[in-house]
Structure formats: C-alpha cells, structure tokens
C-alpha cells in the first residue's frame, strides 16, 4: 500500500542512512521539559527586552547541549574571551564553533 502510493522512500528514509534519524519526538519532548517546568517560574522577565535576551540566553544553552559542549564551561570561556573580540570574529564564539 505504501508502495502503491509513493511514500516507501519517506515511510523507510530512516533505515536507510546511519541510524541516527530517531523513529519518536522523544528527544524534541525531553529538549522542552526544562521550558515547560519553568514556564511559571519564567512568568516575569521584567520587561520585554528582559525577555528577549532571557530567549537568546536559553537558546544558546540548548544549542551548546545539542552540540555536545558544556554549556557552563562554555559560557564562561566566551565571558573571558568577548572583551577582547572585534565584532568581526563574533561567531567564532558561538558553541557549535
């Protein structure tokens, strides 16, 4: 039936490559239970600038954790390095880098 209507390639996309396309939303749901949890404790952010840079600041987080890097040690190393970098070499400090 799935052959019939064409979808065979993206119904077995997944067994065809490396194994690493995962058959469940698992990890999207566990990426998001932090943000579910602190939804009320997140509630007042001050102001919406406060909220814009708290966004930024999660989103880096989580990019540092899906790329396999230590957020905090991470955060710390471009803290000491961001006085000294020109506008220029700015992304050579985001964490997939």
């Given amino acids: 039936m ?3 209507d064409g979808r065979w390639d993206a119904f077995t996309c997944f ?3 490396d194994g690493r396309i995962c058959l469940t939303n698992n990890a999207a749901e566990r990426a998001l239970r932090g943000i579910a949890l602190g939804r009320k404790a997140w509630l007042f952010a001050g102001s919406p600038r406060g909220s814009d840079r708290a966004a930024f600041m999660y989103s880096l987080i989580g ?3 899906i790329s396999d890097v230590d957020p905090q040690a991470w ?3 471009v803290l000491a390095r961001l006085p000294d970098t020109p506008l220029s070499r700015l992304p050579e400090l ?3 880098n």
Wanted: net charge negative; glycine share 0%; charged share 40%.
């Fill in 15 to 17: 067994l065809d490559d």
């Fill in 94 to 96: 985001l964490p997939w």
């Fill in 2 to 4: 799935l052959e019939e």
């Fill in 63 to 65: 990019t540092a954790k």
């Fill in 75 to 77: 955060l710390a190393d």
